[in-house]
């Protein structure tokens, strides 16, 4: 292995752009007016073992005020080759404020709450906000309580279906930030030690 110098980041800037992270990447649909708004967001996450379920926004997006206005949104997980259009859905507003780059991704209404689902997606998580935390410098943290949940069937693990098979066969879309993104294939076990319990 070369040896390299350690270097040091400024803290007075943002880091996230100096190395890459390895992070989803999910559409978040919202209602809006008389239709919805969807956009694509990487700083995503469950929260605990429970479900929960968080991601970062600006006060600045309409998915912030959306959700503010009507506490619901849902959760979209995008396959690999629906990319592009996940990537329109950040696209800029014209100036009556219709999102064109929304007209990509179709949808269907969710199950229980008032929102729409991104066709083609694997996973689909419905929320009712749980709270907005404010005040991470000019970004806030948005959490939603899972009350419905689907799935491509083909997407979930089962005791008679290799892990790494389906991996394989249904690759998770990663995000790697800043700016590329990848297709999981390969995978392999994790290397528990032996009195590993969560
Ligand atoms: C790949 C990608 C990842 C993004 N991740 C986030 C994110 O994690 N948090 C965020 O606030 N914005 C994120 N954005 C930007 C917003 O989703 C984007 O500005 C969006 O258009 C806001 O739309 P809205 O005003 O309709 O909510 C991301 C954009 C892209 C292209």
Request: aromatic fraction near 8%; include cysteine.
């Amino acid at each position: 292995m070369t040896d390299t110098a350690i270097v040091p980041l400024r803290t007075d800037a943002p880091l996230w752009d100096r190395f890459f992270l390895v992070a989803p990447l999910v559409l978040v649909a919202t209602k809006e007016d008389d239709g919805h708004d969807i956009a694509p967001k990487h700083m995503a996450s469950p929260l605990g073992w429970q479900n929960y379920y968080g991601f970062v926004c600006s006060p600045k997006h309409a998915t912030y005020r959306n959700i503010e206005e009507h506490e619901e949104f849902t959760v979209n997980f995008p396959r690999p080759e629906q990319v592009v259009a996940t990537s329109m859905a950040a696209s800029a507003r014209e100036d009556d404020g219709r999102k064109p780059g929304l007209d990509a991704l179709a949808t269907r209404p969710a199950t229980l709450v008032d929102c729409v689902l991104v066709e083609g997606c694997s996973v689909f998580l419905e929320c009712e906000l749980e709270r907005i935390v404010d005040g991470f410098g000019d970004n806030s943290l948005i959490v939603g309580r899972v009350v419905a949940a689907s799935a491509r069937e083909d997407a979930l693990r089962s005791p008679e279906r290799d892990d790494n098979d389906l991996v394989h066969a249904e690759p998770p879309l990663v995000y790697l930030s800043p700016g590329r993104f990848g297709a999981v294939t390969t995978s392999h076990a994790f290397p528990f030690s032996i009195d590993f319990s969560l």
